[in-house]
């Protein structure tokens, strides 16, 4: 089969490798596609904490397939099974994991991560992975391409969740990427009343824009804080998310928030930056200040059902599409920022 293999900072080779062989306890999926996530290329920057910068790893954590094989001592699987995985396998012991939230173990394993993920032809579902419910049947109408976006859209419901956005709520995303992209269509999908995007390229806003924004901002062209603020007609916004990893844009949803507003830091700064709070403004405006990172298994579970339902249709961040014998033009791509969402399809030879 092939594989498109990480091998230390910078490179990404297409090789032949044999076909894993389930154990008894564990399943093999044919990957029907995978999709490039921002994690996978700051893997081959070199910047991931549990992925060193020589290490040998197949990538990827946002996946769909079909089951070939089942280990004899499985129960509940069966082959021909259209399935998505969950990628975060929490320890099943901690206090976390007793509490639902595998993506919050201080012990977890993840595909992609340490553990083979879906930028190869076969894959390896795990006995731990099968026995914590990281293995999702897809419904019947929903095709590979939309399951291998639950995993992102399944993070971006994570923060929403807490953000308790009504359709009197301003909803302001600061970022032009394929999670601002699931980020507004959430927004549509509950009612948000007004839909700031802000971003730096104008090409990057014309494109996102159809997504669910009622107002953009270019921030090459304007002030932020003061065309936001404008646009709002002075009163600033009820919900912020910083989709982008910049202090400025940090700094700038807390400037506009308004009272009893709520901001969530979705994407995290290189480490060791910090960024100042006016906390002052927290105490007497009655901010909430969140973050979030990963997904549950339950917050994939009800991602799943709001891509079924049509709600959130995740295939509309997706711009460029490659075949295996393309996959590291298909990073090569990735890493240029061209675009929003790429996909590999490991079964194609060429798209």
């Not at 990073?331 to 590999?344: N, P, Q, R, V």
């Amino acid at each position: 089969m092939l594989a498109a293999v990480f091998k230390g900072r910078g490179k990404v080779t297409l090789d032949e490798r044999d076909r894993p062989v389930p154990a008894a306890d564990e399943v093999l999926v044919r990957v029907r596609a995978a999709s490039i996530c921002g994690t996978d290329t700051k893997i081959i920057r070199g910047g991931h904490f549990r992925v060193g910068p020589d290490e040998t790893r197949v990538l990827g954590h946002e996946l769909a397939g079909d089951i070939v094989e089942v280990g004899a001592h499985v129960r509940g699987w069966q082959v021909g099974q259209r399935v998505s995985v969950v990628p975060n396998i929490g320890c099943g012991r901690c206090d976390m994991c007793r509490r639902g939230l595998n993506n919050m173990c201080p012990d977890y394993d993840a595909f992609g991560i340490n553990i083979d993920g879906g930028f190869q032809q076969y894959m390896v579902v795990t006995a731990a992975a099968l026995a914590g419910g990281n293995l999702f049947e897809m419904p019947a109408a929903m095709s590979y391409e939309e399951a291998s976006l639950v995993e992102p859209l399944s993070c971006c419901f994570n923060a929403w969740k807490d953000l308790t956005v009504t359709p009197e709520d301003r909803v302001l995303i600061l970022g032009t990427g394929p999670i601002a992209g699931m980020f507004l269509q959430l927004a549509r999908a509950y009612g948000a009343r007004q839909v700031i995007v802000v971003g730096r390229r104008a090409e990057r806003l014309a494109e996102i824009a159809p997504l669910g924004a009622t107002d953009t901002v270019d921030s090459s062209r304007a002030d932020v804080v003061d065309e936001v603020m404008r646009l709002t007609g002075g009163r600033g916004v009820d919900v912020a998310l910083t989709c982008a990893p910049a202090p400025g844009l940090q700094q700038q949803a807390m400037a506009v928030l308004a009272r009893y507003g709520r901001l969530n830091y979705f994407s995290g700064l290189t480490k060791g930056t910090t960024v100042e709070i006016d906390t002052n403004k927290v105490h007497y405006w009655g901010l909430k200040l969140l973050g979030s990172t990963g997904s549950s298994i339950q917050d994939y579970a009800r991602a799943l059902r709001l891509v079924e339902s049509g709600k959130v249709r995740v295939s509309d961040v997706v711009t460029h599409r490659f075949g295996m014998a393309d996959a590291v033009a298909a990073f090569d791509h990735a890493l240029s920022g061209k675009g929003m969402k790429t996909i590999i399809f490991p079964q194609e030879e060429r798209l």
